[in-house]
């Protein structure tokens, strides 16, 4: 089993920047990359940011390409995401996810999943 915390949500004016942080716990050796989801209310979670564990190598969605960079810890077990020049329309639960392949944009190619993160972008 895969623990996995965030933290960092808050409320932000639109133009801001938040992080969130994401504590892995457990058996994280079985998973190889972490990734990032959003969801809002009445909507399918959708792929935010992924990142390999070893090499960092890292992918997005292009919604959020160029405003948010996700990085990682190892000695932490700790991934984040910054999230600069945030929009209205990033308001969402934020949930990251672990897997064992890397660059998985489904929610069916994660294994692991935290309680969520609400970030609210006003305007």
């Known amino acids: 089993q895969v623990q996995l915390v965030e933290s960092g949500g808050g409320l932000v004016q639109a133009g801001g920047s938040l992080r969130l942080s994401c504590a892995a716990s457990g058996r994280t050796f079985s998973s190889s990359a972490m990734g990032w989801f959003r969801q809002e209310p009445g909507k399918e979670r959708e792929f935010v940011a992924t990142?390999?564990?070893?090499?960092?190598?890292?992918y997005y969605a292009d919604s959020v390409k160029g405003r948010f960079t996700i990085s990682r810890d190892n000695a932490k077990n700790t991934v984040y995401l910054r999230m600069n020049s945030l929009k209205p329309e990033d308001t969402a639960v934020y949930y990251c996810?672990?897997?064992?392949?890397?660059?998985?944009?489904?929610?069916?190619?994660?294994?692991?999943w935290g309680q969520g993160a609400q970030v609210t972008v006003s305007s």
């Open positions: 996810a672990a897997c064992r392949i890397h660059r998985q944009v489904t929610t069916s190619g994660y294994d692991y």
């Open positions: 990142i390999n564990w070893s090499d960092g190598a890292s």
